[in-house]
């Protein structure tokens, strides 16, 4: 067990650009949730896996966003069309069934 | 709905001297509480939470924290500072049910004078 691995830890884009994240959840735990981190604010949800099945997404999550996690493993999320506004931590977590998160390290964007 | 308030942005204390930290929740169900503890660049490690039962709850690193439902307060406290407790503390809020999403609070930038 070494814990949730996001990939990259950090990224540069140009605006326009196509970007996508990985998470690697700890093994045994089925759910597994992405956050949004902007400079000086707390993690805002974005979405939520019970498995492979995306259960509940933020209005945040738009159109431009979307986040698979196919047979129930490793989580990608995608941004279509970066925004000089989705610059942020992006944070997953995974779960157990029961309480208690374990986040990764998260992913730096910058888009210029 | 639920909701998150730290009180005070920012909060500063000597070595040794006793750290507080506010936060106050606001939920229409009984809630799970949670603080978690944030180094530059990394994410985000659990200090202690709060499901059911005891209402003092004690974390890592020597933190504890008491849930007061009459306040709707779950404040985290340390007796003696040390310098590697400089970080940004954040207190969440989730509901029991359903995904269990967490709704953080802004957070509290702790900093340590010698």
């Known amino acids: 067990d070494t814990g949730v691995s996001q990939d990259p830890r950090h990224k540069i884009t140009k605006r326009g650009q196509n970007v996508t994240f990985r998470c690697d959840p700890i093994?045994?735990?089925?759910?597994l949730y992405w956050y949004r981190q902007t400079l000086g604010q707390g993690p805002e949800f974005l979405t939520y896996f019970q498995n492979e099945a995306q259960l509940e997404k933020s209005r945040l999550l738009s159109d431009r966003f979307s986040a698979e996690r196919p047979k129930g493993s490793f989580s990608t999320l995608e941004i279509q069309r970066t925004e000089q506004g989705d610059s942020a931590m992006y944070l997953c977590?995974?779960?157990?069934?029961?309480?208690?998160?374990?986040f990764g390290s998260g992913t730096r964007l910058t888009v210029v | 709905a639920q909701s998150v308030t730290q009180l005070g942005s920012h909060v500063s204390v000597s070595e040794g001297a006793l750290v507080l930290l506010r936060c106050n929740y606001s939920s229409s169900v009984p809630p799970y509480l949670f603080w978690y503890v944030q180094y530059p660049n990394q994410g985000l490690q659990l200090l202690l939470k709060?499901?059911?039962?005891?209402?003092l709850v004690k974390g890592i690193n020597g933190f504890e924290a008491e849930f007061k439902k009459s306040e709707t307060s779950f404040h985290l406290t340390k007796p003696s500072a040390h310098m590697s407790d400089a970080a940004e503390y954040f207190c969440?809020?989730?509901?029991?049910?359903?995904?269990?999403?967490?709704?953080f609070g802004q957070g509290t930038r702790l900093t340590i004078n010698p």
């Open positions: 969440a809020v989730s509901d029991p049910q359903g995904a269990q999403k967490l709704v």
């Open positions: 977590a995974s779960s157990p069934h029961q309480t208690g998160y374990t």
């Open positions: 093994s045994e735990h089925n759910r």
């Open positions: 709060y499901t059911t039962g005891a209402t």
